[in-house]
T-cell receptor, first 114, second 116 residues
Framework: KAGVTQTPRYLIKTRGQQVTLSCSPI?????VSWYQQTPGQGLQFLFE???????NKGNFPGRFSGRQFSNSRSEMNVSTLELGDSALYLC?????????????FGPGTRLLVL | AQSVAQPEDQVNVAEGNPLTVKCTYS??????LFWYVQYPNRGLQFLLK??????LVKGSYGFEAEFNKSQTSFHLKKPSALVSDSALYFC????FGSGNTGKLIFGQGTTLQVKP
């Protein structure tokens, strides 16, 4: 079974621009979560989607948004990029959205904001 | 609030020796605990998890972890370290409660360096 895929793998943007990242979960998985990884803050939860509905949201400004499609693929969008948004963005999927389930991570999208 | 702490930024061990990467947690109820490993320029790979049952959990690549409720710890162990085990290790706890079933809370990570 193919793993979680994320596109693009690398991205360079300038301040003020917006960016859209894509995540395709493992086939059959309906839950997708997004995390931001930075050297200073570590791994922080952004949001989780299940069956096209946002179930949970982390403490990020409204510039960060996401959505999930009927095929469970998910996108996250960051508008008005800031230098501090430079990070590795990780997507994870699980079959459902239950506490004991394992989340499987994709390789990430590395975003650099100049 | 639920939290995870990895008290060591880096652990150094010689190849062939046993290794331990420490993790302590704070939750309001019963925890779901996870260990992940991250190699350079890669995503996180799942190693093992504790949900319930036996306190000793066995996982991938020869790793195991011991759940200790009284000490609120979930240390990762391996009897004999390999150079290829060198990577960044994350402990995580699943936050649960109304509307919080998916969110993982991660520790800051521990870099494991295995020297030949």
């Amino acid at each position: 079974k193919a793993g979680v895929t994320q596109t693009p793998r690398y991205l360079i943007k300038t301040r003020g621009q917006q960016v859209t990242l894509s995540c395709s979960p493992i086939s059959g998985h309906r839950s997708v979560s997004w995390y931001q990884q930075t050297p200073g803050q570590g791994l922080q939860f952004l949001f989780e989607y299940f069956s096209e509905t946002q179930r949970n949201k982390g403490n990020f400004p409204g510039r960060f948004s996401g959505r999930q499609f009927s095929n469970s693929r998910s996108e996250m969008n960051v508008s008005t990029l800031e230098l501090g948004d430079s990070a590795l963005y990780l997507c994870a999927s699980s079959l459902l959205s239950q506490g004991q389930e394992t989340q499987y991570f994709g390789p990430g999208t590395r975003l650099l904001v100049l | 609030a639920q939290s995870v702490a990895q008290p060591e930024d880096q652990v150094n061990v010689a190849e062939g020796n046993p290794l331990t990467v420490k993790c302590t947690y704070s939750v309001s109820g019963n925890p779901y605990l996870f260990w992940y490993v991250q190699y350079p320029n890669r995503g996180l790979q799942f190693l093992l998890k504790y949900i319930t049952g036996d306190n000793l959990v066995k996982g991938s690549y020869g790793f195991e972890a011991e759940f200790n409720k009284s000490q609120t710890s979930f240390h990762l162990k391996k009897p004999s370290a390999l150079v290829s085990d060198s990577a960044l290790y994350f402990c995580a706890v699943r936050e649960f409660g109304s509307g919080n079933t998916g969110k993982l809370i991660f520790g800051q990570g521990t870099t494991l360096q295995v020297k030949p």
